[in-house]
Nanobody, 127 residues
Framework: QLQASGGGLVQAGGSLRLSCAAS??????????VAWFRQAPGKEREGVSC????????TYADSVKGRFTISRDNAKNTMYLEMNSLKAEDTAVYYC????????????????????WGQGTQVTVSS
């Protein structure tokens, strides 16, 4: 089970940190890919960032590179998305997702392979 939190209303240029708490499995073991996705009204769900088990290899959508940072705390069994320099176009519902496969970084931003999804947290950036 995945539980996303940390969304809210922030002014453009501000920061937020999203959390995704996992239960029923441990980040410290096994093979998996975990990712953040977002979906704005009227738009398709898009991959934001993903991170895999083992190495700290991660990838980001071009639209968030240099502004967002994904991380994982194995002790807390929680994944984070640090979002800085937020823009109005970052406004969306953000979801965390997981698959028990260590996917290649060039495909881990595709939502279709992911099996487990959190409930989503709203991020609104005012301009």
């Amino acid at each position: 089970q995945l539980q996303a939190s940390g969304g809210g209303l922030v002014q453009a240029g501000g920061s937020l940190r999203l959390s995704c708490a996992a239960s029923g499995f441990a980040f410290a073991s096994g093979s998996y890919s975990v990712a953040w996705f977002r979906q704005a009204p009227g738009k398709e769900r898009e991959g934001v960032s993903c991170i895999r088990s083992g190495s700290n290899g991660s990838t980001y959508a071009d639209s968030v590179k240099g502004r967002f940072t994904i991380s994982r705390d194995n002790a807390k069994n929680t994944m984070y998305l640090e979002m800085n320099s937020l823009k109005a176009e970052d406004t969306a519902v953000y979801y965390c997702a997981m698959r028990f496969t260590r996917m290649l970084l060039n495909v881990c931003l595709d939502p279709s392979p992911y099996v487990y999804w959190g409930q989503g947290t709203q991020v609104t950036v005012s301009s």
